[in-house]
C-alpha cells in the first residue's frame, strides 16, 4: 500500500508522496511513487501512484519512450491538464491489460499536477479504470493509496486561499498520520511545490526517516492534540434517581 496526497490551493500546487512498497511483512523497501517532468517556462507535471508496482513501472516506462521517440501524443505535446489525464489513463489501461488481461490485482491510480504555457493548473486524479477527476474549490485535495487516516485534518482545515506554508503542514500531519497507522507506508517522503503560473520545477525536498524537522513536527503535533483534548468540556451525566 501507500499513501499519496495533492493539495491544489490558489498559489500553489502541494504534492506528498511515500515511498514503502510491500510484498508481505517480510519483504518491505522503498521505491519513489513520484516523477517529474519539466520544460521551463513551458510546462511542468508531479505524477505520483499508488497500485500495483508492475503496471506502475510499464506506464512510467511508455511515458517516457513516447516522450524520446516523439509520438504524437506525449506528456510535451498535450495542449492542457484534461488532455494529459487522458492520455495517461490510455496508458495506464493498455499496460494493465497487457501480458496479464488486467483485473483488480494489476490496477493502478494516479495523480496528476502541473501546468501547461496558455492553459490553467491542475490536479487530477486517474482512475484505474482510465476516467478521471480534478479537485474542485470545495475540495482542494485528492488522495490515493492509504486514505482514511489522513483525511480528517484535510476535511477540517485544507481550503483553497490557504498559503504554501500552511498546506504544506497539512500535507504534512496527513502523511505523518497515515505513516503512524499503518505500517505499509513508510519514508522517504517526497515533496513537491508547483507555483501557480510560474512554469517552473518548482520546490523539491526529500525527508528521510530520521529527519529532524519530521520528528518535531509529529512530537508537537501529538502534544497540540493532548492540549485540545484536555481543553475540551467534560460530559455532563444525568441525575440519577
Not at 490551493?9 to 513520484?34: H, P, Q
Not at 517532468?37 to 505524477?47: A, D
Request: net charge neutral; proline share 4%.
Amino acid at each position: 500500500m501507500t499513501y499519496c496526497l495533492g493539495i491544489k490551493i490558489d498559489e500553489s500546487i502541494i504534492m506528498l508522496s511515500d515511498s514503502r512498497t510491500s510484498a508481505g511483512v517480510d519483504n518491505i523497501s522503498t521505491y519513489s511513487k513520484m516523477w517529474r517532468y519539466s520544460v521551463p517556462g513551458q510546462r511542468q507535471f508531479v505524477l505520483c501512484s499508488a497500485g500495483n508496482l508492475a503496471t506502475t513501472q510499464a506506464v512510467i516506462a511508455v511515458l517516457e519512450r513516447d516522450i524520446k521517440t516523439k509520438a504524437p501524443v506525449n506528456l510535451l505535446t498535450v495542449v492542457d491538464m484534461h488532455q494529459a489525464s487522458e492520455y495517461i489513463g490510455r496508458v495506464s489501461v493498455a499496460c494493465q491489460k497487457q501480458n496479464t488481461g488486467g483485473g483488480p490485482v494489476f490496477e493502478t491510480t494516479f495523480l496528476l499536477a502541473g501546468e501547461i504555457l496558455g492553459a490553467s493548473n491542475g490536479l487530477y486524479m486517474i482512475y484505474s479504470q482510465g476516467n478521471f477527476i480534478a479537485s474542485s474549490e470545495q475540495v482542494p485535495y485528492l488522495q490515493i493509496g492509504e486514505t482514511k487516516y489522513g483525511k480528517p485534518i484535510l476535511d477540517r482545515v485544507a481550503q483553497g486561499k490557504m498559503t504554501t506554508d500552511r498546506a504544506v503542514l497539512c500535507g504534512l500531519v496527513s502523511m505523518d498520520a497515515t505513516i503512524r497507522s499503518n505500517l505499509t507506508v513508510g519514508p522517504p517522503i517526497e515533496v513537491t511545490v508547483l507555483t501557480a503560473g510560474s512554469l517552473q520545477p518548482g520546490r523539491y525536498l526529500k525527508l528521510e526517516e530520521d529527519n529532524e524537522y519530521m520528528r518535531n513536527l509529529r512530537i508537537t503535533w501529538n502534544k497540540l492534540m493532548e492540549e485540545a483534548v484536555g481543553q475540551l468540556q467534560p460530559l455532563v451525566w444525568p441525575i440519577e434517581g
